[in-house]
Structures are given as C-alpha cells and as structure tokens.
C-alpha cells in the first residue's frame, strides 16, 4: 500500500504529467497513422527516453502504448486501414457503421470500451504483478530456464506468421543474442574482430530497424494503394442502450484482454481477434456482425485495450514480455539499468506503482483526447506517405545512433530492417525476433547456472516439479494445435465411418 | 516449368536458411574453449551450436512442408527506394546529415512528393531541426562530416 502511494506522489509531478501528456497525445497520432503502431511508435521513441528519468522514459513508453493501441481504432472505422493490426476487427463493424454515417458512435464506442478495458487491466496488472512476482521468488535457475522456454514456445501463436516461421524467427532473435562477450566465461562470440559487438548486438537498432525501416520498404513496394476517408462530423457518446447492448461485451472482453495479455508474448492483437469472435457468439445478433455492430466494435476494442495492462504482468513481474511492444519496453528498462523481475517489486516497488498509476492516467486521458480530437486525428491519418516516411527514416537513423553515437548502431539498423522486410515479405513474423533477441541471453544464462547447479546432468531439470510444468506447458503450445488438429480430424473420421 | 526450377523455388528459402545456420554452426567451432573448471555449465559454442541445429530441423520440416504462397512481386519504387539507402550509407561516410538531407527529399520526390516546400521541409528542415534537437537538447554528439563540422567547429 505504502508503495502504491509511493508511485503515485512520484507521479505527481507536473513535469511528468505534462510529458504523460503530450506522450498521449504523440500515442494517438502514432496509433492513428496507418503503418506506425504502438510497437514501431515505442521503438523510434525509446531514444528519446535516454535522458530522461528511469520513471519518466518508461512512463512515456508505456503511454504510448496505451494510447496508440486505442488509436488504430480512429482508421479503422474512419478508413477501413486499421492504425495498428490489434484494430485490424474494428474495422469490421467500424468502418460499417462510419458508411452509414454512424462514425461519431462507433468512435465514442471505441474510446469508452478502450477505457473501461484499459482501466480493468491495469488494475489486474496492480494486484497480480506483486503476486505473480512473490510466487517468482521461489523460482531457482532451472525454472526461470523452463519458464523462458515456455515464454518462447508462446511465440509460434502470435504475430502474422505460421507457428513454424514464427518459432525460426524467435530462434534467429536468440542466435543474435549470441553475438558478444559470453556472459558465463567471457570469451568472445562473433564478433569478426570489431570491438563494438563486444558488447552484443543492441536491441534499440534492431527494434528500429524491424520495426520502423521494415516498414519504410513495405510501404514502398505498396505505394499506390488508395484509401477511402470517411468524414466525422459529430462525435457522440454511445446512449444508454448502447450501454445496455454492450456492457456484458465489455466485461468480458476486457477478461479475455487482460488474460491474453498475461501469457507471455501474446499482445492487443490476438486478444481483440478473440475479443471479437467472443462478442459474436455471445451475441444475440451475431447476424448483425460485420455489418455495424456496436457489440463488434466493443468486443474488439475492450480486449486489446486491456491486453496492455495484461501483458505488463509478466514483463514487469518477470522481465518476460506480454506483447511485442511490451518487449521494447523491456529493452527500455534494460537500457535504463533495470532489471524487471521480482526484485523489483522489493527494491524498486515506488518504481514499479508509478508505472501502473501512470497506466491508469493515460486511459483516462486517451478518453477525452481521443474524443475531442478524433476528427483532428483523422486528418493526421492521411499525411502522404510520401511525407510521413522520409521523417520515419531519418528519426529511426537519428534513433539509432543515438544510444551509443555509433554509426555501427545505424548499419545494424539499416541491415536489419532491410532483413525485416524480406522475413515479412516471406511470411515471417518479426516480432519473435525482437522477443527472441531479448529472451536469448537470459535463456543461455538460465540454463548455464541451472547445468552448474544441476552438476551438468540436464535430464535433472525434468525431475523439478515446477520446471515440468513449465515445460508441460511448453509442450502444449508448442504441439497442442497440431494434437487438436488430429483429434478432431479423427472425430470427423469417426463420425462418418458411424453413418 | 522446369522440375529443377520448381525445385529451385520450392526450396531455397529452407536451404538458404539451413546453409546460414551450417557456416554459424561451423564458425562456433572455433570459439575459445574453457577448462571444465571454468565453463560454468556449457561451452560458448554449445548454445550457438544448438540453436543453429534447431534452425537447420525447423528448415527441414519447412521444406516438407506445404508450397509458401509466391509474394507480390517488387515494385520499381521499391528497389529504387532500396538503392537509395545504398546511396545513404555512400553519403553518409561523407557526412550523415548530408546523407538524411538527401535521402529524406529524394525519396519523397521518388513516392511522388512535387511541392517544393514539403520537399524542403524534409530535405533540409527535418533534418536540421533534428540535429538541433539531439544535440541542443539530448546533448548527442554526432561523427564530424562536412556539415557537422561547420558546426562542432
């Protein structure tokens, strides 16, 4: 409690409220521009958190997360583009109902669901984070190992990429964190003689690089595509019967988000797809589905909303990340010196509570920003691409060299982004990249001190009950949709051979 | 088609993706071994090796997998945009603002940007506007160039 309290005087700050502030604001820009998203959003802006206060950088990352996660919402009922792929089932019922000149309700549905989920999260990220991160305090090297397999093994489900490419990306990302001095003998990895990879190579250009660069070439190889805009004239609040229609969609789509958001690396945009499906079996319309329904739209944005908060729980709690972008967030914290895990609820919980009560703020204030300014956001929306870009590069080279000022930084982000486009030009997802790149150290380092304390006998680690688990649980998302696939293929099967 | 070509295409993806973690597997080899007393657990090139063995088997069930979907074929402006980077990184030895400047406008002008104000803007007031930035207000230090070095002095 006194902790609580804690973070929120720490927040009290008028400094750090403006810059809350104006990072909600920047949020919903990025999260209204169609190809930025909260992730590329967070990673061109993590150099400019360098010099900031450890609270006030991881406070504006996480702002923008939350901000531009409820922004994609603003193009997809206005544009039929989705800002961010956790919008892209907004689009389905918002872009609808802006047609029949419904834009102003389906946004102000957008904003209150995206709020009430949001807030629902961060509540849940305030009572199960210290939980979660006492339980961790039992953890010895071999479960933290077990418990990063699992976190890993989480990635064949997310991202835009089958589960095979998926898990070859997330293992590239480790192969990547081996470049460097070894941290358990010091000897050096792939370093080709260039003292500057000593060190490893670093997250921040690589993020920019994927995720910012990447995009550039995409959107070169797309130029041309029109997009139609839908004017706002008025923006409303849904009325009580919207309220009536929707409340129980809400609740538990924000149950759905906040809970897909926990499970390590699964982020906004799987939680608002299954958000939506639930809202439409629930649904005593479900025929009205894709065509405008307001249930569609509260389905879908209370889900990723509240997977914001969610996905917080296990980066904070154990410095493995819920989402892609809670990833960059945990690169924020590393490159700031602090090391998510269940220490930080001890020794840094001021720290931690600032961060959540800084979550709990931006909901509130993305509600009204994103209200009074949808129409204003909806213009920023269709700055050229022509424009936008160039500016995307030159703050992503900027970006990437900042953090060391070195130009070798600008070459990894440039090669890693032109890698970016050719994984996702191929169907890869470079999303388990990132991830892969940020578990893979503390993969190597988990399982070289669980080999130390198991006397190098590794059959060992299946002997720890909690380590199994894990490693159960591994197993299951790793080969569960396959085993389900099977299981009822051979119920069809049997069914027939019945008739 | 050809089967060879067909083979060609069906498989280079998983063979380019395998050959690459075969030369890590192979260049780890030749890290520093430690005395058993010292490796703490594994060697440097045991988790490398492995991971790049994990690769090489996700590579093969790819290729025994179901045909990928060709992708939509590159565009001009896309392999223009791409030698322009190229061009970026030749100027950018010179000096990196020079090289932002450049490419900045020159890619704007190659997605179909005309006004000459929005082409200033990014050309000249971008970058200008970020350097002033970094360096006025993060205190960054940028490599001295042709440009940058009017400014250091």
Redesign the interface.
Known sequence: MEAALSGLAALADPGLLLLVLAATVGGVVIGALPGLNATTGAALLL??T??MEPIAAIAVLTTIYCSATFAGAITAILINTPGTSASAATCLDGYPMAQRGEAGRALGMAAVSSTIGGILSVVCLMLAAPLLARAAYNFAPPEYFALTLFGLSMLASIGDGSP??N??SG??G??LA?VGI?L??D????TFGMPELTTGIGFVPVMIGIFGISE??IQ????GDLRERISVKTIRLPSLADYRKTWKTIARSSGIGTFIGILPAEGATVASMIGYNEAKRWSRTPEEFGKGAIEGIAGSEAANNSATGGAMVPTLALGIPGSPTAAVILAGLMVHGLRPGPAMFTQQAEFAFAIFWSMMLVNVLFFGIGLAGAKVFARVSLI????L???V???S??GA??LD?S?LD??IA?AAG?IGFFMR???FSVVPLAIGLILGDML?TR??????MLD?KWWLLFTRPLALFFFALTALALFGPLIWKIAARLAVRRKNAGR | MSTVTEIARRYWLPAVIAAFCAAVFWAANYFERVPPILKRGIQPSDFPQLVSCLIIFLSLLLALGKEQPKPKPLSREFLLSLALMVGFIVVATIDLFLALGAFAASLSALWGERRVAALLGVGLALPVGAFLLFDQVFRIRFPRGLLTSIWYG
Request: hydrophobic fraction near 55%; charge should be neutral; proline fraction near 5%.
């Open positions: 150099p400019f360098l010099t095979l490419k898990l070859m293992a590239f480790i192969l081996t070894d358990l003998t000897v050096e990895r792939f550039l070439l070169a190889n797309s130029l050229p691409t022509r424009v870009w160039p500016c590069f030159v703050f080279v900027i060299y900042a000022q130009m600008v070459w440039l032109v030009r191929y169907g190597e399982l070289g001190q669980s080999m130390v190098e």
